[in-house]
């Protein structure tokens, strides 16, 4: 049977945070032919995210179908739906059913407001460490590129959660097919320059 991934998106949502992990994710599904990754946003409509980029998500809260996994990408929006009582209302209820629960950047900050970060380690954004730290009951782990606390996986900003998905396919499928999906998206990273944060 095969496994249903959700990735929530929102106005604001980090562009990166969810795309980078859905080619993961559909590329193992594409190679498994059992599998489906899904978009889900609060209501039909264009998601205008982060740095522009407009998105049609799959489902609405309403339709959406139960899942496996739920990714939570981070982005400037992380800080208003934090408080937006519909949203988490569904995170919380999607969450709970789910094998695993994921989150990549400030995505961190909604899992912790639904309570399935509380009294975890988790990880998230460098520039973000501190303020996620403040809230409280919570282990954030820094120079870290994901963190799993039983369910829980974390990872730090944009293009980590590439590792993190490729991390949990294999815990999914294998270590060896994960090593396949990888080979086939040509995920082989060489920065031309070292980043000092």
């Known amino acids: 049977m095969g496994i249903t991934t959700g990735m929530l ?3 604001d949502a980090e562009e990166l945070d969810f795309v980078g992990p859905w080619e993961v994710f559909t590329a193992a599904a594409n190679m498994r032919d059992d ?7 609060e209501r039909s409509g264009p998601v205008r995210c982060n740095k522009g980029l407009r998105v049609l998500a799959d489902h609405t809260f309403t339709d ?4 496996d996994v739920v990714l939570v990408p981070g982005g400037q929006g992380t800080r208003r739906e934090v408080d937006n009582p519909v949203l988490m209302g569904w995170l919380r209820a999607a969450g709970a059913r789910c094998t695993w629960v994921t989150s990549v950047c400030t995505g961190a900050l ?11 380690r988790v990880t998230t954004h460098w520039s973000y460490v501190e303020t996620l730290r403040a809230r409280g009951d919570i282990t954030v782990l820094e120079r870290t590129r994901y963190v799993r606390d ?7 900003g944009v293009s980590a959660g590439i590792d993190m998905a490729l991390w949990l396919v294999g815990q999914l499928h294998g270590e060896e097919f994960a090593r ?10 060489a920065p031309p320059y070292a980043a000092a944060v």
């Open 9 to 11: 998106i929102f106005n």
């Open 35 to 41: 599998d489906r990754v899904v978009t889900i946003a």
């Open 64 to 67: 959406a179908p139960p899942l």
């Open 110 to 120: 909604l899992l912790h407001e639904a309570g399935f970060a509380k009294g975890r």
């Open 150 to 156: 039983g369910n829980v996986v974390t990872s730090a």
């Open 180 to 189: 396949n999906v990888q080979r086939y998206i040509e995920y082989d990273p």
